[in-house]
């Protein structure tokens, strides 16, 4: 990465699924993506608990003695439904709210294989990215081509122009957990010049911040 500015990055929140899927690789690659955060000195935001992908990639970090937190609604804690969160928990009464926290307290954003949940958490990012709400850096680790056919799909959009070329660029690719944070660091944001010009008041309160974003 030589004459490339890199940006400091101390936490990245992780969005996966609570499954570990059909393919081996997907569990490896999780637990690879933590050692790799954990050799980086870099701490863990992720969705709570320890199933699938999730608990994989939150362990791995924590073995590597990084800090490891944990967003949960508290629906998901009752009966012990997720098992228990490799780490700080803090725990939210919305899912909203949860994703709205994962936002403030981040980075970067990287999505591994999910399934809908994992798809809203990157969309809504890049979503808030390109409405200029935040500017941080966002990919997903393309195990096995995971996410060809998403990557296919969002090149279709900017054919057809409805997402714009320079919005294409919010989303960040890689099949490498080190390739990835890499290009994570060496991210540049390029605010689109109309929206640029949105002003999102700040927020003295979670609710506030929470109303901000349902109205979107």
Sequence with gaps: ???????????????????????????????????????????????????????CVSTAVAQHER???????????????????????????TMQERLVMMMELSDAFIALPGGFGTLEELFQMISWAQLNIHNKPIGVLNINGFFNGLLSFVDHAVKQEFITPRARKILISATTADELVDKLQAFRFESDPALSKLKWSPSSSQKEKLDLTLRL
């Design 67 to 93: 800090q490891v937190l944990g967003i949960i609604p508290s629906a998901f804690t009752v009966n012990n439904l997720v098992g228990e969160t490799c780490g700080k928990e803090i725990k939210v009464a």
């Design 1 to 55: 990465m030589e004459g490339v500015s890199v940006r400091k990055i101390k936490k990245i929140c992780v969005f996966c699924g609570a499954n570990s899927g059909k393919d081996v690789a997907f569990v490896n690659a999780a637990f690879h993506l933590g050692e790799v955060l954990g050799k980086r000195k870099i701490d863990l935001v992720y969705g709570g608990g320890k199933l699938g992908l999730m608990g």
